[in-house]
C-alpha cells in the first residue's frame, strides 16, 4: 500500500526521508518482554528518519538526546516499537506496556496520513546488532487504502458524458488502534466512529473509456471498518448526444454489494489496498422491425360485366 505523510506518498519499502517516527524503549532488565512493563528507556522519543531501508544505520536517524546501550546486557535487556509519522492526526496513549492509538482521518485526502505500526523488536543488545547499534524497524500500514476511479462504456462520438459528482457517503472517520504482544505482536481496531461524507469528485468531469488517472487527489487513507448498508457512493452524471436535450441520473451504490473477485468487499481491512472503478454504461436505444400479416383472403362476389 502507499500512503501519505504530510502530503508525501510512502513508497515501496522505504520511510519518507525528513518525517519523524516516534520510539517506545523498554528495557526488560533480565526478564522476558511483558506488558506491564513502562517504556521509560525511550518514553516516546522523536526520531528524524534520514532515508535508506535495507541495514540499519546511525546516519539513518538522528534524536536527542542520544541514548546509549547497557553493558550489562544479560540484565539489561531492551525491547523497542514505534509508530509513523509525528501527526495531530495520530494521539498516542502509551504509559504501560505498547498503549493504544486515537487515530482521525480527514476528508481532504491532502490531508491523510499513512499510520505505520513497527513490530516490537524484544530482547535487544548490542551484541544483537552485529555490533552497529542500530535496531531495524519493521513498519505496518494500519489504514486502508482506497481509491475511487470513474469512466464510461460510451464510444460514440456523438454522445458526451460528464460525471458531475460522485460523493461516499458514511464511512466512519475515526477509531482507537491497540497493539498487542502474547507470544506475536499484532494491532487491533475497536471503537470507530464520527461518519463523514467525503466529496471525491465534485467538478465537472467529461468521462472517457479510460478510467480517471490514480492521483493522490482521489487517494484515501482510510480507518479500517465494517461497511453497512448506509456506506453508499452516490453518483451524478449527464449525458448529452449531440443538440437532444441532455440527461441527468443519480444512482447511489453500497460499497458492501461490490464483488471483487467472488466475495463482496464488506469492510476495509489495515493494509488493504481497494481500487473502485464506477462505469457509467449508457444503454442505447435499439429498434426491431416486423410487419403483420395481411388478413386472411376473402373472396370477392364474381361480376360478369
Given at each position: 500500500m502507499t500512503g501519505r505523510a504530510d502530503a508525501t506518498f510512502v513508497n515501496g519499502n522505504d520511510l519518507v526521508s525528513g518525517q519523524k517516527f516516534v520510539v517506545y524503549g523498554y528495557n526488560q532488565k533480565a526478564a522476558d518482554f511483558s506488558t506491564t512493563l513502562n517504556p521509560t528507556?525511550?518514553?516516546?522519543?522523536?526520531?528524524?528518519?534520514?532515508?535508506?531501508?535495507?541495514?540499519?544505520?546511525?546516519?539513518?536517524?538522528?534524536?536527542?538526546?542520544?541514548?546509549?546501550?547497557?553493558?550489562?546486557e544479560a540484565n539489561n535487556k531492551l525491547a523497542f516499537y514505534a509508530y509513523y509519522p509525528k501527526s495531530d492526526y495520530i494521539v498516542p496513549t502509551v504509559t504501560?506496556?505498547?498503549?493504544?492509538?486515537?487515530?482521525?482521518?480527514?476528508?481532504?485526502?491532502?490531508?491523510?496520513?499513512?499510520?505505520?505500526?513497527?513490530?516490537?523488536?524484544?530482547?535487544?543488545?548490542?551484541?544483537?546488532t552485529n555490533n552497529t547499534g542500530a535496531v531495524m524497524l519493521n513498519f505496518r500500514h494500519q489504514l486502508a487504502k482506497v481509491q475511487f476511479l470513474v469512466n464510461t462504456n460510451v464510444t460514440d462520438t456523438d454522445t458526451k458524458v460528464t460525471l458531475n459528482s460522485l460523493t461516499v457517503k458514511q464511512v466512519k472517520t475515526?477509531?482507537?488502534?491497540?497493539?498487542?504482544?502474547?507470544?506475536?505482536?499484532s494491532t487491533a481496531w475497536s471503537g470507530q466512529a464520527a461518519p463523514k461524507d467525503f466529496s471525491v469528485y465534485s467538478s465537472d468531469m467529461l468521462l472517457s473509456t479510460t478510467a480517471v488517472i490514480k492521483?493522490?487527489?482521489?487517494?484515501?487513507?482510510?480507518?479500517?471498518?465494517?461497511?453497512?448498508?448506509?456506506?453508499?457512493?452516490?453518483?451524478?452524471?449527464?449525458?448529452?448526444?449531440?443538440?437532444?436535450?441532455?440527461?441527468?441520473?443519480?444512482?447511489d451504490v453500497k460499497l458492501n454489494e461490490i464483488v471483487s473477485g467472488v466475495a463482496a468487499i464488506t469492510?476495509?481491512?489495515?493494509?488493504?489496498?481497494?481500487?473502485?472503478?464506477?462505469?457509467?454504461?449508457?444503454?442505447?436505444?435499439?429498434?426491431?422491425?416486423?410487419?403483420a400479416d395481411w388478413e386472411t383472403e376473402i373472396d370477392g362476389n364474381k361480376v360478369v360485366l
Open positions: 528507556f525511550m518514553p516516546g522519543v522523536e526520531v528524524t528518519y534520514n532515508g535508506g531501508n535495507t541495514t540499519a544505520t546511525a546516519s539513518q536517524s538522528t534524536y536527542s538526546p542520544t541514548r546509549y546501550w547497557p553493558k550489562d504501560t506496556g505498547l498503549g493504544s492509538y486515537a487515530v482521525t482521518v480527514d476528508t481532504d485526502p491532502s490531508k491523510n496520513v499513512d499510520f505505520l505500526v513497527a513490530d516490537l523488536v524484544k530482547d535487544q543488545a548490542y551484541s544483537k475515526s477509531g482507537t488502534l491497540t497493539p498487542a504482544y502474547g507470544t506475536d505482536f492521483d493522490t487527489a482521489h487517494t484515501y487513507l482510510m480507518v479500517p471498518q465494517t461497511l453497512g448498508d448506509d456506506v453508499v457512493a452516490t453518483v451524478v452524471y449527464t449525458y448529452q448526444t449531440g443538440t437532444d436535450e441532455a440527461v441527468t441520473n443519480t444512482v469492510s476495509w481491512e489495515k493494509n488493504n489496498y481497494i481500487v473502485y472503478t464506477f462505469t457509467i454504461g449508457l444503454q442505447p436505444i435499439k429498434f426491431a422491425a416486423k410487419v
